[in-house]
């Protein structure tokens, strides 16, 4: 008995030959590209459920996670996917920028996290003292304003036109 089996196809017959020719024992049957279930991937999801040769499957991550590696598996002729799992890494922004005149409060800086700020003496806050961790890696929020300071610390933050102010010392 020969076993015969094809590179292109991946087919398997059993034949038994004499000194001319060859007779199957057996019928043919593919092998080719049935691969087990995608491994799967944690912090986000698998599209595409085929299995036979050559179908696809699209890996991609939950809101707030970036997906390192190649996105899209192939069910390949040797029964295995293409490539590697991909990973759903958790998005940073790192640590945010420093705030002029002005110290940053908190340490996550993960995506949806925000951090505080305040002011030094002399400044305000021009927007809520909040830096937010967006979705694309940034921080956003603004500086410290400066306030107008006059002699013996009397901060101005509004003026009227034929309005006075008094100072006593």
């Not at 409060?105 to 830096?131: I, R």
Request: aromatic share 8%.
């Amino acid at each position: 008995m020969i076993l015969l089996t094809s590179a292109l196809k991946m087919l398997n017959v059993t034949l038994s030959c004499f000194s001319l020719y060859c007779i199957p024992l057996s019928h043919f049957f593919s092998t080719a590209g049935h691969c087990d279930s995608p491994d799967p991937i944690v912090n986000g999801h698998i599209s595409g459920d085929g299995s036979s040769y050559r179908d696809t499957v699209v890996y991609q991550c939950m809101l707030g996670y970036r997906l390192i590696g190649t996105s899209v598996r192939i069910c390949q002729q040797d029964h295995r996917w293409s490539g590697t799992t991909p990973v759903c890494v958790l998005i940073q922004c790192g640590p945010p920028p420093q705030v002029h005149h002005g110290k940053v409060e908190g340490t996550d800086h993960s995506w949806g996290s925000s951090v505080g700020y305040s002011c030094f003496h002399g400044y305000q806050l021009s927007t809520p003292a909040v830096l937010s961790c967006e979705g694309n890696g940034t921080w956003t929020g603004d500086d410290c304003g400066i306030y107008t300071v006059l002699n013996n610390d009397l901060r101005l933050t509004a003026s009227v036109a034929s309005s006075t102010e008094v100072i006593k010392c």
